[in-house]
Nanobody
Framework: QVQLVESGGGLVQPGGSLRLSCAASGSVFSINTMGWYRQAPGKQREFVADITSGGYTKYQDSVKGRFTISRDNIGKAVYLQMNSLKPEDTAVYYC?????WGQGTQVTVSP
């Protein structure tokens, strides 16, 4: 079993940046893919980005060129650098590692 703890959310103005972090503990050796999802009020949870243990990345089209996902070499942490943030990026951001989910961190983009 894997435990995930996110951090780094907060309030930022449009055009600003935030960096989310997710620390994994437990059976981290079993993790191949780690990623980020988000859920805005009244909407379904959606995929944002993920990264495999080999460094292969995928992004949702709306965040390409603005968000960058990365992970540490031992696979215990994944990061999401978010630049040029927009109000529509406002959501609770969740870290996922295989079938395991974190508790989420709120990101609010507002003037």
């Amino acid at each position: 079993q894997v435990q995930l703890v996110e951090s780094g959310g907060g309030l930022v103005q449009p055009g600003g940046s935030l960096r989310l972090s997710c620390a994994a503990s437990g059976s981290v050796f079993s993790i191949n893919t780690m990623g980020w999802y988000r859920q805005a009020p009244g909407k379904q949870r959606e995929f944002v980005a993920d990264i495999t243990s080999g460094g292969y990345t995928k992004y949702q089209d709306s965040v390409k060129g603005r968000f960058t996902i990365s992970r540490d070499n031992i696979g215990k942490a994944v990061y999401l650098q978010m630049n040029s943030l927009k109000p529509e990026d406002t959501a609770v951001y969740y870290c996922k590692a295989e079938i395991n989910w974190g508790q989420g961190t709120q990101v609010t983009v507002s003037p």
